[in-house]
């Protein structure tokens, strides 16, 4: 079945430095792909999402693109801040809202 | 515009009870998912409801029902609770049902079964 693999965390990093979460999936057919966002105490944030191959998604300085060939949808951002600290979660759906996350990558950014 | 409520946001139960769960989505939203979070098993469909119909269900025992109102509020239900079954249970609310619809989610309800 449909399923998501993203690196094990965590990750810290520095104010400002460069981050790339990776994140493969396996499926059929064309998935819609996604990667959302949790803060402590709060519920799933959609980050960004892409609907087909090529497709780059982006928001608040975070992109990821649709690898068909790779089967990818890596997460990376230029310059991270300490407010960008919280676990990040990529998705995968097909035809319905039965969506299939990965076990989620908890990021620190330290001032 | 208020965004997804659940309630209660925090409760204990012991085994063999049973909990309800409640879900308000946004307003306009039809399409009500559930999801199970726990440390070990990560984020797990429950079940979809979409106009009062139950769409999808995940591979979870029966011990574990919802439904869905009239004005798309939804419920889920767990009977005959084990110390398993102790987790975040997040709701999420979307415009309609399909594949590239955004969930909105609730900050969920979190079961501590002892």
């Known amino acids: 079945g449909d399923s998501v693999t993203q690196m094990e965390g965590p990750v810290t990093l520095s104010e400002e430095a460069f981050l790339t979460i990776n994140c493969t999936y396996t499926?059929?057919?064309?998935?819609?792909l996604f990667w959302y966002v949790q803060y402590p105490g709060e519920g799933l944030q959609l980050l960004l999402k892409a609907t087909k191959a090529d497709d780059k998604g982006s928001n608040k300085g975070f992109e990821a693109t649709y690898r068909k060939e790779t089967t990818s949808f890596h997460l990376e951002k230029g310059s991270v801040q300490v407010s960008d600290s919280a676990v990040y979660f990529c998705?995968?759906?097909?035809?319905?809202?039965?969506?299939?996350f990965g076990a989620g990558t908890r990021l620190t950014v330290k001032p | 515009k208020a965004g997804v409520t659940q309630t209660p946001r925090y409760l204990i139960k012991t085994r063999g009870q049973q909990v309800t769960l409640s879900c308000s989505p946004i307003s306009g939203h039809r399409s009500v998912s559930w999801y199970q979070q726990t440390p070990g098993q990560g984020l797990q469909f429950l079940f979809e409801y979409f106009s009062e119909t139950q769409r999808n269900k995940g591979n979870f025992p029966g011990r574990f029902s919802g439904r869905q109102f009239s004005n798309s509020r939804s419920e889920m239900n767990v009977s005959t609770l084990e110390l398993g079954d102790s987790a975040l249970y997040l709701c999420a609310s979307s415009l309609e049902t399909g594949g590239a619809n955004v969930l909105t989610f609730g900050a969920g309800s979190r079961l501590t079964v002892l």
């Open positions: 499926a059929t057919g064309y998935p819609s």
């Open positions: 998705a995968l759906s097909h035809n319905n809202n039965d969506m299939r």
